[in-house]
């Protein structure tokens, strides 16, 4: 089974200072045929104006994952962390029994482009925590780099579920090829640019989600960046 969903089927939340593109159900957006795939619960595009930004809000038992594109985003949260996240980074947030945070544009001239992922973890109420790591684009540039694990492996950020997260970037001859384990279920997501996922063409904002196929071949990018969610 193979499903396309493509960037501008999804939902669109503009609030002026905020662009929003929803791939699954979230706030004014609701679509029963999209809420979600297995424990993947929200992949929001988000490009943010100069200067602003989210105020302090609750969280609770969800894994969020902060992903920039272009610009920088500053956090800080109840749990006494500060942080800048640039494009490389990858910052995790188990929101556990409970969190408040804010982030906010940190540039007064420039948008901040990112992403905003959030994953169900396999328990609740778990102690909340912080993990920010940076992944050079060499690491990821024709080749899978794991950036995210249950049990953090190979220098991932740890996610509280039985997921497997993988970003890659490719150019040109770059060809990258992942194989599905067996059982398991994928979605990739196009961050960036435009490549062929098994001979189909995907664009910045569309993704492509599998169950039973044995492998995904990623070629032909056009300064393309994805990133492939293994999951249970």
């Known amino acids: 089974m193979k ?6 089927d999804r939902g669109l939340g503009d609030h002026g200072w905020l662009h929003s593109r929803h791939t699954f159900s979230f706030a004014g957006y609701y679509d029963p045929e ?25 969280h609770r038992d969800m894994e969020i994952i902060s992903y920039v594109l272009d610009g920088a985003l500053e ?3 109840s749990m006494g962390t500060g942080s800048v996240i640039r494009p ?7 929101a556990g029994t409970g969190v408040r945070h804010s982030e906010y544009n940190h540039s007064k001239s420039d948008s901040v482009h990112f992403l905003q992922i959030w994953i169900e973890p396999e328990a609740k109420g778990i102690e909340p925590s912080y993990e920010q790591k940076t992944y050079p684009k060499g690491e990821k540039q024709g080749k899978l780099r794991l950036v995210g694990s249950r049990d953090g492996r190979d220098g991932s950020v740890v996610i509280h579920q039985d997921v497997n997260l993988y970003a890659s970037a490719l150019d040109g ?3 990258v090829t992942y194989e599905v384990p067996e059982g398991r279920y994928t979605w990739l997501h196009v961050a960036k640019g435009s490549l062929q996922v098994n001979g189909e063409t995907l664009n910045a904002g569309d993704a492509i989600a599998t169950d039973n196929e044995e492998h995904l071949v990623l070629s032909d990018g056009q300064s393309a960046e994805v990133l492939i969610f293994d999951l249970a």
């Open 3 to 8: 499903q396309l969903r493509r960037s501008n």
């Open 34 to 58: 999209h809420m979600g795939f297995r424990s993947l619960r929200v992949i929001n595009e988000d490009q943010v104006e100069p200067g602003r930004g989210f105020g302090t809000h609750p």
């Open 75 to 77: 956090h800080a949260d």
């Open 88 to 94: 490389g980074d990858v910052q995790r947030m188990s």
């Open 173 to 175: 001859d770059d060809l």
